[in-house]
């Protein structure tokens, strides 16, 4: 029989997902095309705030590449929105004037966010939160902003705003509640996150209703109904989010809040479906991934004619990270007249528990700080156990592995995927899985935020006992392969593979073209075990560091010359002028690394831009050693100790260009004021009376982390000796993209102190470094001096009068 034609509305998350389970149960009976509005592949919306907050970039929370639509032979129409169906004739319309018949139609719009009605509120720098494009543009508006002001208090509004801190903006948080999250959480939660979050350096401004965005062309501040005001220039709105039924109302499908579906996510509508957050399901919208992954499961059992009970509704529960904390709520969180408590508190230790009951039932729950009960009380609250099963089952609050055993088949493991517990036991048992990725890519639980990790591996060892190596904590580097990062530098060493083609044939590679999350990695992999014979594969690289100069949102580049310890002179500073004037760069701006950033420059103006400049390139793109900030040290300063200027150009020419595992920032201080902020760098120096203080493993990013001590010396060549040897250290035992506050937390300052505390170890580590050292040239001179490259990489190409 031919294909049904299957049309989905929308390439999110819900929809996409409720296509990937029609594919698993009958992948040869719908003829399937998609259309998107936005001009990429299916990607995880959860995690936007973390490429916001800088601790990810755009391709790895790409959950579908576009490989994927293509070996599934789905056209994918991005960038294209439907405005209209035709219900009679079975066609849709997009905005492009494409016409595609359909038999069956999914409505997967998902939601807009939801903009509060406020003079002002179409002025430039006021900037919603909710896609690619939104996390583009605050990027892009904070390099000429400084004062930032979150409207919202809740889950989205904090992730936010903690990325607007690791921009490096001042933050405040406008909430009209008096208590933060105050839907997931009670008021003393809410509190002791607060003062999490204040320590991370937000501030709040609760019980705060605004009135009007005050400026003119632009945002300047917000006026408050007490008359209050607050200066900013960058505005988020994030106040929530609306059902987007805009294409069902203007096409006669009933709605009401939501498309309103039935429990087979049937519209009233023949042959018309919906799902997601777009959807009202008896008379409730859902916003969290849960339910609509189980929505979407739902639709393709029946789809796929299947038998399925339908979609009866979701408790609303969720375990999350704000900002670094762990958070989880289910079901009813705040008390009525017959709810009794179960309830902890430890102030010290930043920990609360409320366990809510009625008539005897669990009804809700939340946790703060410690969320290891969380699976366990999900559970109770979905089936409203007794209270003293809860209490009868302690030993369960800290067992995992006793919580997957007492478990249900149909019980769910992995929240955000919608995953239960018999789906990963019998994937485990008839495709042999031994480890979590492998159970990852076959069901996709863990896939999302990734806090159902140990309840998966714990679902390992009860399924397959032995076979299951609860030792073997490491994952493999991607899905491409069952190695851990470990197994494929070991294989470089001993096989003396040279490529990254190479490494993934021989290693037997289960996507012989690899991934964009291994084939950087294994780029790094080699020149780091073999620096001196290595030829760079350029294809395996980042486009920021293919183009060595960083894109920005409009696809034009960013220009960042080097300044050694961020010292300059009269004669660069007219040069930088000079050419910012010829090439129109339309913004200059000064970098928290203490240089000059040149925004705008097109692709074709880099080359010509580098030769002018006749500067070395800042390596501000890369992920290799990238500056030294610096005080102005005892030669100007009444406090310094130390010539931290002189130290911190040293450090600066001797690693500049160095290739690392992630971005690594410097920072050297004359005295303990460090003004260069040399406690949150990844090296960070300080001067004191007598010598120096070496401290590593900082980050002022996401997950804030102060340097730990690693030693002090006296002079200045020592500095540069336990430098080297750390960055040498950490190179070759870091994971790709593991910044150095992540490594030290996973391997411990106190291990890699006992580690340098030899002087022969630190030796051989320096001596290869060197070898690192040496084969570095400046990437700029690099491309001036390769026609093919500049050809290749920087000239456009117009076919038909379009470029290419």
């Not at 965005?213 to 005001?229: P, V």
């Not at 339908?310 to 009813?332: E, P, R």
């Not at 928290?592 to 880099?606: P, S």
Request: a negative charge.
């Amino acid at each position: 029989m031919p294909r049904q034609k299957l049309v989905i509305v929308g390439n999110g998350m819900a929809g996409i997902r409720c296509l990937e389970e029609i594919l698993k149960k009958d992948p040869d009976r719908f003829d399937v095309t998609v259309f998107g509005n936005e001009p990429y592949p299916n990607y995880n919306r959860i995690q936007l705030s973390k490429v916001l907050q800088g601790d990810t970039v755009l391709e790895d929370i790409t959950l579908n590449s576009w490989d994927w639509y293509e070996k599934n032979d789905i056209r994918l129409y991005p960038g294209e929105t439907v405005i209209e169906i035709d219900q009679d004739k079975h066609l849709v319309k997009t905005d492009k004037n494409r016409i595609t018949p359909y038999d069956k139609l999914i409505l997967a719009t998902g939601s807009n966010p939801f903009i509060l009605p406020l003079p002002g509120v179409d002025k430039k720098g006021v900037i919603t939160f909710r896609n690619i494009k939104d996390c583009l543009k605050i990027i892009e508006y904070s390099k000429t902003s400084k004062d930032a002001v979150v409207i919202g208090g809740g889950l989205l509004g904090l992730e936010s705003a903690r990325g607007l801190l690791d921009l490096g903006l001042n933050v405040k948080v406008v909430h009209i509640s008096d208590y933060l999250m105050n839907r997931q959480l009670d008021k003393t939660a809410s509190h002791l996150l607060q003062l999490q979050l204040e320590k991370q350096g937000m501030e709040f401004l609760l019980n705060k209703k605004t009135v009007e965005i005050t400026g003119n062309e632009y945002a300047d501040g917000l006026k408050f109904s007490d008359g209050d005001e607050l200066k900013a220039d960058l505005v988020i709105m994030a106040v929530g989010i609306r059902p987007n039924i805009k294409l069902a109302e203007e096409n006669g499908i009933p709605t009401h809040r939501g498309i309103i579906v039935n429990d087979f996510m049937e519209t009233k509508i023949p042959d018309i479906y919906a799902v997601g957050e777009c959807v009202e399901h008896q008379g409730r919208c859902y916003g969290l991934v849960a339910p609509l992954y189980q929505q979407g499961k739902v639709l393709a059992n029946h789809l796929c004619e299947e038998k399925t009970d339908g979609y009866t509704g979701s408790i609303d529960s969720a375990k999350l990270k704000v900002s670094g904390v762990d958070v989880f709520s289910a079901g009813q969180i705040n008390e009525q007249e017959n709810t009794k408590t179960i309830k902890s508190y430890d102030g010290w230790g930043m920990t609360y528990k409320k366990v809510l009951v009625e008539n005897g039932k669990i009804k809700g729950a939340i946790l703060f700080g410690d969320t290891r009960e969380s699976t366990h009380l999900s559970r109770l609250i979905n089936k409203e156990a007794d209270v003293e099963e809860y209490l009868n089952t302690e030993t369960e609050k800290n067992s995992e592995t006793s919580v997957v055993c007492s478990m249900q088949d149909d019980e769910i493991i992995c929240g955000c995927n919608g995953v239960e517990k018999g789906t990963i036991v019998q994937a485990i048992k008839e495709k042999g899985l031994t480890t979590v990725a492998q159970v990852k890519a076959c069901t996709n639980a863990s896939r999302s935020c990734g806090t159902c990790k140990s309840l998966v591996a714990d679902l390992l060892k009860l399924t397959i006992g032995d076979e299951f190596d609860s030792t073997k904590k490491e994952e493999p580097i991607c899905e491409c392969t069952t190695m851990t990062r470990d197994e494929v530098v070991s294989a470089i060493r001993t096989m003396g593979l040279t490529n990254v083609r190479e490494v993934m044939n021989v290693l037997d590679w289960e996507n012989k073209e690899g991934c964009s999350k291994c084939r950087p990695a294994i780029n790094y992999y080699l020149n780091m075990v073999n620096p001196s014979h290595y030829v760079d594969d350029q294809e395996s690289r980042f486009v920021n560091e293919r183009m060595h100069a960083n894109i920005q949102m409009n696809g034009t580049y960013s220009v960042v010359p080097r300044m050694y310890g961020g010292v300059t002179n009269s004669d660069e500073l007219r040069k930088i002028a000079d050419i910012a004037d010829k090439y129109q760069v339309p913004m200059i701006k000064l970098t928290g690394g203490q240089r000059i950033d040149l925004l705008g420059v097109d692709k074709e103006d880099l080359p010509k831009m580098w030769k002018d400049l006749n500067m070395r390139s800042g390596f501000a793109y890369a992920k290799s050693v990238r500056t030294v900030k610096t005080c102005v040290g005892e030669k100007f300063c009444r406090f310094g100790t130390q010539d931290s200027i002189d130290m911190g150009i040293q450090l600066e020419k001797k690693f500049e260009g160095l290739n690392t595992p992630h971005k690594v920032k410097m920072g050297v201080s004359a005295c303990p004021r460090s003004c260069a902020e040399s406690g949150i760098k990844d090296v960070g120096v300080i001067g004191v009376q007598g010598g120096w203080e070496i401290y590593v493993g900082g980050n002022g990013g996401t997950k804030l982390r102060t340097a730990d001590l690693l030693c002090k010396v006296k002079e200045s060549g020592e500095v540069l000796e336990y430098a080297g040897a750390f960055l040498q250290y950490y190179r070759e035992n870091a994971k790709y993209l593991e910044r150095t506050s992540a490594w030290i937390e996973r391997v411990g300052i106190e291990h890699v102190r006992d580690v340098l505390s030899s002087k022969e170890t630190r030796d051989q580590l320096n001596q290869r470094m060197d070898e690192a050292l040496s084969t570095i040239e400046d990437p700029w001179a690099s491309v001036l001096s390769n026609k093919e490259t500049q050809k290749k990489l920087y000239q456009k190409v117009y076919v038909g009068g379009n470029e290419k």
